[in-house]
């Protein structure tokens, strides 16, 4: 079957990156002109997703807002002459870039949690996941390299790259065997491993394809580590009893859940940016020789 839904879960409260996030969304933080859950949106669509249920709570009315309408700031980029025409075309095409639900998570309880909430948007079909605090930029979409995965094996796929030893104690770590290509075969995992727990120093970062039996396993996951009902904890069930696929994906992830993984973003995006791309490299030179 096509993997045409993704879920955006987008509920957490971004503690590591107070005060920006007290009010903000930290889903909403720019990197240079746009929120960082619109690249994510956009990655999606290019993998041929068309309905995505983002998952928020109180206080981000500002995802819903973004990928609505605006009327009265289209009307003045309509009055504006031709050089606005081309923002008026960009901002009306974010709300027509797919088919958008939103549901609250009503308590802050997980990511595990949070995804359960899309129960009856799933139904029977499988469904990409894609955190919403993790951006992936490429030139093959990072979700679309996981769904020809689960075409090509119909087993719930997990996106992985390796990660530092030290990183892993704050990620999740796989036990993984060699499929073909940078496809493996998973059948264990582990959530925020301690040092001796580490299976490989392969890690979830950020996207995975699952089917609906995900849920029934979540209905009987307890809070894992932090307190918190984890994905991983459900998928760790899921790897053991019908195995997953893992795919080391190609693509630069950026942690936009930290302040360091915020200003990567920031610097390695705007060098790339095509209005600002050579003020900004001719700024940072001449910053580098004063470091
Ligand atoms: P994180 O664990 O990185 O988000 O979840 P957080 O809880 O906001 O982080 P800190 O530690 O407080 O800074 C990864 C993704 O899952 C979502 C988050 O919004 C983020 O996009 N999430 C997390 C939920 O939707 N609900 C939750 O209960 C937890």
Known sequence: MKVTKAVIPAAGLGTRVLPATKSMPKEMLPIVDKPAIQYIVEEAVRSGITDILIITNRGKGLIEDHFDRAPELEAKLQSGGPDKQKTLEEIVEIAHKANFY?????????????????????????????????????????????????????LGVVGVNKVTEEAITKYSSLKVEPLHDSFFK?????EKPSPDKIMSLYSILGRCVLTPDIFEILEKTGPGAGGEIQLTDAMRTLARRDGMIAVDFTGTRYDMGNKLGIMKAQVEVALQHPEIGDDFRAYLKGLSKTL
Do not use: W
């Open 102 to 154: 939103f549901v609250r998570q009503k308590e802050t309880c997980g990511l595990g949690h949070a995804v359960h909430c899309a129960k009856s948007f799933v139904g029977n079909e499988p469904f990409a996941v894609l955190y919403g605090d993790d951006v992936i930029i490429g030139k093959d979409p990072a979700c679309g390299q996981l769904i020809r995965a689960y075409e090509e094996y119909g």
């Open 186 to 190: 998973c059948t264990d995992m582990i």
